[in-house]
């Protein structure tokens, strides 16, 4: 299956033949109805690249007695002479792999797991984007001329008043004025975690 977030696109293989092709809306339980109903009464296994989607399909396609495997993306074959990727082109080359058992799924963290790691990881990209906009706050300074190429200050935010004091024009004060609004926003959240 290729996984995408408004819909599904399906390649089932059986003896080295596609049997069935299709794209459906992005409903897990969906999915795992289809699959049943087409296939009733047969071992079903399935497989897809994993993704921003997290494990929620697959969790359903295990429910409905679906043996699904998640894979990474960087573990798939590629072919030197095809690059050239589609959604129906990745669906089946997962189905072809699968078959010939050539896929390795990656560990399935729990959902305690998977919701413990979302404090760790959404922390870690909060304070990525705080930095990314103290980088942006320099780079407007910078581009005014209001700090020095070899400035080594931190950003911080008395840094941000001293020099918005020397502000050449109203617009840079209000650009700089919602970039710093943002950047106190990310550092509150930050230390509330």
Not at 4 to 26: Q, S
Not at 36 to 62: M, N, P, Q, W
Not at 168 to 176: D, F, G, N, W, Y
């Amino acid at each position: 299956m290729d996984v995408h977030k408004k819909t599904y696109t399906v390649v089932a293989r059986f003896e080295e033949e596609v049997v069935k092709k299709w794209t459906t809306k992005a409903s897990p339980q969906s999915l795992a109805q289809q699959l049943l109903k087409y296939f009733d009464g047969a071992t079903i296994y399935s497989a897809y690249e994993a993704g921003f989607s997290g494990f929620v399909l697959h969790r359903e396609l295990e429910a409905h007695g679906i043996q699904n495997i998640v894979v990474n993306a960087a573990g798939i074959e590629v072919a030197v002479n095809n690059r050239v990727k589609t959604d129906k082109r990745d669906a089946l080359k997962l189905a072809t792999l699968l078959e010939a058992k050539r896929l390795k799924g990656i560990r399935i963290p729990s959902e305690e797991e998977e919701a413990h790691r979302l404090l760790s990881r959404t922390r870690k990209q909060l304070v990525g984007d705080c930095t990314s906009v103290k980088n942006k706050i320099r780079m407007k300074f910078h581009q005014f001329g209001l700090i020095d190429a070899d400035e080594t200050r931190e950003m911080t935010h008395k840094l941000v008043t001293e020099t918005l004091a020397n502000s050449p024009s109203k617009e840079l004060a209000i650009v700089i004025t919602a970039y710093w609004s943002v950047w106190k926003k990310f550092r509150r959240r930050n230390q509330e975690n």
